[in-house]
């Protein structure tokens, strides 16, 4: 079993930074392919970035060049580094494992999930 914590999120302007945190407890999170997905109401919940065990990593088309994905091993934690918000990135923000050994971007697939954290981008 792994248990994932969400934290980091909050209100910004557009424009601003945030970095979320995804810490892990019970298995090394460094065996598992590692996904923070968002979901904005009344839309499906999808990927935005993830990271390979071996550290290749997938972004959304419509955040690449501003969100960084990364993980410390050392620290069992994943990282979501935010860059130029915009309202449109508002959305509750999960970090989820997979047993996955290439991207896969359906949520199904991933086995477990974090609680969530809130992102509010004002315009």
């Known amino acids: 079993q792994v248990q994932l914590v969400d934290s980091g999120g909050g209100m910004v302007q557009a424009g601003g930074s945030l970095r979320l945190s995804c810490a892990a407890s019970g298995r090394t999170l460094s065996r598992y392919l590692m996904g923070w997905f968002r979901q904005a109401p009344g839309k499906e919940r999808e990927l935005v970035a993830a990271?390979?065990?071996?550290?290749?990593?997938y972004y959304a088309d419509s955040v690449k060049g501003r969100f960084t994905i990364s993980r410390d091993n050392a620290k069992n934690t994943v990282y979501l580094q935010m860059n130029t918000l915009k309202p449109e990135d508002t959305a509750v923000y999960y970090c989820?494992?997979?047993?996955?050994?290439?991207?896969?971007?359906?949520?199904?697939?991933?086995?477990?999930w974090g609680q969530g954290t809130q992102v509010t981008v004002s315009s």
């Open positions: 989820a494992a997979s047993s996955a050994a290439a991207v896969v971007t359906l949520p199904v697939l991933y086995g477990y």
């Open positions: 990271i390979r065990s071996g550290g290749g990593t």
